[in-house]
């Protein structure tokens, strides 16, 4: 819910920008962003594991950016967001260091706050990782985007 409102309001104010990559009829990749004051914000990418072979990931990325230097507010900043990615050091020119930040007031209620955010990245570290030893993190990606 909280996703499609952010969506219709950008859409709503002209920002959204929104691609997929059809091969044969079939949509093999997508790209959701939003372009403000000169940034693309890219929010979120994905392809479809059967067609990786043929770089469709990249081939969007492309077309992404063709069709961002052709828009009459051309932004002059790619934002790629957080996190790793071969894509963001193929297409990116700088890079920036960034944290996760909570400022809290010091009381025991916040302390337990921290504790339970800290125990559960550690969890999902952990969980990734044993899931990608056991060859299952894409099955259960593919599972948890269907049930989102």
Not at 15 to 43: D, K, N, Q
Not at 70 to 95: A, C, L, M, Q
Not at 125 to 148: E, P
Request: some cysteine; overall charge positive; proline content about 3%.
């Amino acid at each position: 819910v909280e996703l499609r409102a952010t969506l219709g309001s950008a859409a709503h104010h002209g920002w959204l920008r929104s691609y997929i990559l059809y091969c044969r009829g079939e949509p093999v990749a997508f790209m959701l962003g939003y372009l403000y004051r000169r940034t693309y914000h890219y929010m979120d990418v994905g392809y479809d594991p059967a067609w990786a072979q043929w770089g469709v990931g990249s081939i969007l990325q492309m077309e992404v950016m063709k069709d961002l230097i052709e828009d009459p507010e051309r932004p002059e900043i790619f934002d790629f967001s957080t996190g790793d990615g071969d894509h963001k050091g193929r297409f990116g020119n700088f890079s920036r260091s960034e944290v996760n930040l909570l400022l809290l007031r010091k009381c025991p209620r916040n302390a337990i706050l921290v504790a339970t955010y800290a125990a559960t990245l550690a969890v999902d570290k952990h969980a990734s990782c044993w899931l990608d030893i056991l060859g299952l993190k894409a099955a259960v990606k593919r599972w948890v985007r269907q049930k989102a």
